[in-house]
């Protein structure tokens, strides 16, 4: 396995691969790797001729009085991982090696940054499409792969290869769980014993609303949203950061008249939570098709 920390090595190692006209798939991380990651590696392996994780805590993607300085990391263990799902290049840079200077150039996409974590992190998608643009320029991937979980990162990365017309493929992949259903996180680690089994009250919240839509077609958006709020509040002491159901991936507002059970032109929703438990602040999400759930909680 390669491990490349510096930007010049990874152009070397990528130029030889495209040398030899292989294919490469590429996994974006921040480290401290889990199931979850090892999942979209797993994929990446079985998809392309190369596969490059990279693992970058991007400083531009938090903001002030978030957890930048503590965010987990493990070196060792994330190329341990790497290795065992057949990683072939790992970028491992440095703040200083990815941003020598203070970057004068954005990358803000609009409308849909505008709620969920658009709303309650300002900049923090900026930060994400600036890193996420750098990383497809060095990496060059023909195919990239993003976990579900983060179901706004996808819809805003997806929105910016579609508009900035990258030559790359998005590969949404599944939300992967705890046995008890709590969705993969590298801030998991965070999380006292109580709030950690508080947390799955996200997931069961979000599994409870899919029954109801089977036993009831017609629940409006905001007798959905009620519902998870009311499982969430009276199941943990976490704050409700947001609860909202939105079209995806436009993550436009569902109007408050049409009902889920409705035939749509096969319209997509998502139900997207985002709890503090502490100050460990947790996200999850599940995505509908009109009258049929797409992903399982």
């Known amino acids: 396995m390669n491990i490349c920390r510096t930007k010049q090595q990874l152009k070397l190692a990528v130029r030889e691969a495209q040398k030899q006209h292989l294919t490469i798939g590429f ?3 921040m480290g401290y790797l889990h199931e979850g990651h090892a999942s979209l590696l797993r994929e990446a392996r079985a998809d392309n001729d190369i596969v490059v994780l990279s693992i970058f805590v991007n400083p531009m993607q938090f903001g002030p009085n978030e957890d930048l300085d503590r965010y987990p990391r493990d070196e060792e263990r994330d190329i341990a991982l790497a290795a065992s799902c057949g990683t072939d290049i790992v970028f491992l840079p440095t703040a200083e090696e990815m941003y020598p200077k203070k970057p004068l150039t954005t990358i803000k996409v609009e409308e849909v940054t505008k709620r969920l974590c658009g709303a309650s992190r300002p900049g923090h ?3 994400v ?3 996420v643009s750098k990383l497809f320029h060095l990496v060059q991937p ?3 792969y993003f976990g579900m979980k983060d179901a706004q990162q996808v819809a805003v990365i997806e929105q910016m290869v579609q508009d900035l017309d990258m030559n790359v493929e998005i590969v949404p992949c599944p939300i992967i769980r705890e046995p008890d259903g709590l969705a993969l996180s590298s801030r998991n680690v965070y999380l006292s014993a109580l709030h950690r089994v508080e947390a ?3 997931s069961l919240s979000l599994n409870r609303l899919h029954h109801k839509f089977i036993d009831n077609a017609n629940i409006t958006p905001d007798e959905s949203i009620a519902f998870v709020r ?5 199941n943990t002491t976490g704050e409700i950061d947001y609860i909202e159901l939105l079209h995806y991936p ?5 109007d408050g008249q049409v009902s889920i059970g409705e035939s749509l032109d096969n319209q997509r929703f998502i139900v997207a939570v985002a709890v503090k438990f502490g100050t460990t602040r947790l ?6 098709q009109v009258g049929e759930v797409i992903e399982r909680v």
């Open 200 to 202: 799955t009250s996200l």
């Open 250 to 254: 436009s993550l436009t507002v569902v």
């Open 125 to 127: 998608f900026d930060g």
């Open 129 to 131: 499409g600036l890193v």
């Open 230 to 234: 009311d499982e969430i509040l009276t």
């Open 27 to 29: 996994v974006p991380t």
């Open 283 to 288: 996200i999850d999400n599940a995505l509908f």
């Open 142 to 144: 023909n195919k990239a």
